[in-house]
């Protein structure tokens, strides 16, 4: 999966720009999104801003992916000057936005000298993107989703996805927009995201769903200087850390117990039931003879984090999260829960991640 992050040409003169950007090359991201068809800003004006960014994006060794659309498209086809400015920006690919024709994008990558162009994944039908590939075998596609800026016009979750199967079906990479909350862009300052669903989840949460949907190729801030927690949060999903699981242990845990949860990787079974997720570290740890003393059960409530008693003889010392609400058990021991803020993370633990428990005060 590789990341990007967004910059507007009305950023250029922010204070923590430049560390910013320094951030984000530290860590994985490696293309910077643009827009320059923003019909409050004057378009000669927004091409000198971009100018003065795009020298910064190449200091960082970063390359600059600028969105297009509508009457600007006509506008630089038709002002050779606006067009010189543009092509001095060195920008690596187009996105186009809307209201464009076959034509125009063979004028464009003639004029600018370039030949990977990005296309809407929200507007095009097969027809459309057939049409699109037959154009000419120079041009590199891929597709990127729009990020809506009203509450309530994100696109659905199925929307989504069925869409962006049209596209790597045919070998075209997708990507998708993510909101941060460290600098909402205006004039809303609600939230630039793809999917409404995501408009007021942690980008954490807004990530792992777009990468669980195995059609997403690209991740993209769509808010302009994001924080740098949420770059880390971001970066670290897509290189494959251990995530944490934050829980609030049990009063009368015992430290057998917080043996078993504490200061070990944990990993789920590839084979889980409708109810828990089994932890396979436990499982090993039990079988070397861990014997847990029972204590008050309580019906299992989703989210409990919970531990085999020795009333369950050898599976005593197994660890489990529930995913369902449980009846009580008296061979069960819950032994605490995760944070409310960390539910979601259940969704996402799969046999192929590794996580650790956090103990929340």
Same mark, same amino acid.
């Given at each position: 999966m590789k990341l990007a992050l967004s910059v507007y040409p009305q950023d250029i003169n922010d204070p923590y720009l430049v560390q910013y950007l320094d951030n984000a090359r530290k860590l994985n991201y490696q293309e910077v999104f643009s827009s320059?068809?923003?019909?409050?800003?004057?378009v000669a004006?927004?091409? &000198?801003?971009?100018? &003065?960014?795009?020298?910064?994006?190449?200091?960082?060794?970063?390359?600059?992916?600028?969105?297009?659309?509508?009457?600007?498209?006509?506008?630089?086809?038709?002002?050779?000057t606006l067009s010189d400015k543009l092509k001095a920006c060195e920008i690596s690919a187009l996105r186009l936005d809307y209201d464009y024709d076959h034509q125009a994008i063979l004028i464009l990558s003639e004029m600018l000298d370039l030949n990977r162009f990005i296309i809407n994944a929200s507007l095009l039908d097969?027809?459309?993107?057939?049409?699109?590939?037959?154009?000419?075998?120079?041009?590199?596609?891929?597709?990127?989703?729009?990020?809506?800026?009203?509450?309530?016009?994100?696109?659905?979750?199925?929307?989504?996805?069925?869409?962006?199967?049209?596209?790597? &079906?045919?070998?075209?990479?997708?990507?998708a927009f993510v909101c941060a909350f460290n600098k909402p862009r205006g004039p809303l300052h609600a939230g630039l995201v793809t999917l409404e669903s995501h408009r007021y989840v942690s980008i954490a949460e807004a990530a792992y769903e777009l990468m669980a949907s195995k059609v997403c190729d690209k991740l993209i801030i769509a808010d302009p200087l994001a924080?740098?927690?949420?770059?880390?949060?971001?970066?670290?999903?897509?290189?494959?850390?251990?995530?944490?699981?934050?829980?609030?242990?049990?009063?009368?845990i015992s430290d057998a117990e917080r043996e078993l949860l504490f200061n070990r990787l944990h990993q789920v079974r590839y084979d889980n039931s409708e109810y828990a997720l089994r932890l396979i570290t436990s499982r090993n740890m039990a079988e070397q003879g861990k014997?847990?003393?029972?204590?008050?059960?309580?019906?299992?409530?989703?989210?409990?984090?919970?531990i085999d008693n020795s009333g369950y003889k050898r599976y005593s010392g197994?660890?489990?999260?529930?995913?369902?609400?449980?009846?009580?058990? &008296?061979?069960?021991?819950?032994?605490?829960?995760?944070a409310k803020a960390d539910l979601w993370l259940l969704k996402y633990l799969t046999n192929e991640r590794y996580f650790y428990f956090k103990e929340k005060e």
């Open positions: 320059i068809h923003l019909a409050e800003y004057d004006i927004q091409i &000198e801003q971009l100018y &003065e960014l795009s020298k910064l994006i190449k200091k960082h060794d970063m390359t600059l992916c600028v969105d297009i659309g509508g009457a600007m498209i006509k506008k630089l086809i038709s002002d050779k097969s027809d459309k993107i057939n049409a699109l590939l037959a154009l000419s075998d120079k041009i590199k596609w891929e597709a990127w989703h729009n990020f809506y800026p009203r509450p309530l016009t994100g696109i659905s979750y199925d929307f989504y996805y069925q869409q962006s199967l049209l596209f790597k &079906e045919r070998g075209i990479a997708v990507g924080s740098q927690f949420e770059l880390e949060s971001l970066d670290a999903i897509n290189s494959n850390e251990p995530f944490v699981l934050n829980i609030k242990c049990a009063n009368d014997m847990i003393d029972p204590r008050l059960s309580k019906v299992r409530k989703v989210g409990d984090v919970t197994e660890v489990q999260l529930i995913i369902k609400d449980c009846p009580l058990d &008296e061979r069960v021991n819950i032994a605490a829960s995760i």
